[in-house]
Structure formats: structure tokens, C-alpha cells
């Protein structure tokens, strides 16, 4: 059974969204997740932010994710952060990066990649 409320949407089973138009220069939005995780509780937060520039030759997007578990052995937290970004000089030629770090591991990844015809 969904509930409809003007802004957020919420549902019973645990899911709560804010957005901000995909065509507009700037995008963010967040949801929020939460319900039984094994034999306890978690809270997900999930939260981004968009921009592109006037003529779309540069993108950049902000990922954020954080983990809240609670469980009978104990608590935890962990955290995805990620950057996204791309560089068209025309819709042929395009370098895109994407940057993520891992709080839970302290894990950081890159990549750079370059898409031309």
C-alpha cells in the first residue's frame, strides 16, 4: 500500500524521494531508505547533485551514499562518495572521469576514459 503526500512521496516499505527536474542546468535530489537489515535496522541515504553547463560541453555529478546499521553485535557507518565529471568538445569527441572513495574500506578508485570516433 503507497501513501501519496504532495512532496515527498513515502511509501510504507521504507522509501522517501526529493527531485529537482532532469532539465534544469542544476539537478539534486535524495532518498532515503530504512527498514529491517538481518536482525536489526538500516538507514540508507542516498544524495546527489547535478550540473551542466549552458551548452552541455561539461557535466559534473556528486554522488553521496551513507549506511546506518544497527544491529545486536553492534553499529556501523559506512560511506560512498563519488565524482563524476565529462568534457565534450562535440558529441564525437568526448573525456569523462569518475572519482569514488569507500569510508568502510578506505578505498579509492579512478578512471579516465576518452571516447572519440
Same mark, same amino acid.
Not at 511509501?11 to 542546468?25: E, I, T, V, Y
Given at each position: 500500500?503507497?501513501?501519496?503526500?504532495? %512532496? $515527498? &512521496?513515502?511509501?510504507?516499505?521504507?522509501?522517501?524521494?526529493?527531485?529537482?527536474?532532469?532539465?534544469? $542546468?542544476?539537478?539534486?535530489?535524495?532518498?532515503?531508505?530504512?527498514? &529491517?537489515?538481518?536482525?536489526?535496522?538500516?538507514?540508507?541515504?542516498?544524495?546527489?547533485?547535478?550540473?551542466?553547463?549552458?551548452?552541455?560541453?561539461?557535466?559534473?555529478?556528486?554522488?553521496?551514499?551513507?549506511?546506518?546499521?544497527?544491529?545486536?553485535?553492534?553499529?556501523?557507518?559506512?560511506?560512498?562518495?563519488?565524482?563524476?565529471? %565529462?568534457?565534450?568538445?562535440? $558529441?564525437?569527441?568526448?573525456?569523462?572521469?569518475?572519482?569514488?572513495?569507500?569510508?568502510?574500506?578506505?578505498?579509492? %578508485?579512478?578512471?579516465?576514459?576518452? %571516447?572519440?570516433?
Amino acid at each position: 500500500m503507497w501513501w501519496l503526500l504532495p %512532496a $515527498p &512521496t513515502t511509501s510504507l516499505a521504507g522509501d522517501s524521494k526529493h527531485r529537482r527536474g532532469p532539465h534544469r $542546468p542544476v539537478q539534486f535530489g535524495s532518498t532515503t531508505w530504512f527498514g &529491517t537489515f538481518f536482525d536489526g535496522h538500516l538507514t540508507q541515504w542516498q544524495d546527489y547533485v547535478k550540473w551542466t553547463s549552458a551548452k552541455g560541453k561539461v557535466q559534473l555529478d556528486f554522488e553521496f551514499e551513507n549506511n546506518f546499521g544497527h544491529l545486536p553485535q553492534g553499529n556501523f557507518v559506512q560511506r560512498l562518495w563519488s565524482v563524476q565529471g %565529462a568534457y565534450a568538445w562535440n $558529441p564525437n569527441l568526448v573525456l569523462s572521469s569518475f572519482i569514488q572513495y569507500d569510508t568502510d574500506h578506505k578505498i579509492s %578508485a579512478q578512471t579516465l576514459g576518452f %571516447a572519440g570516433l
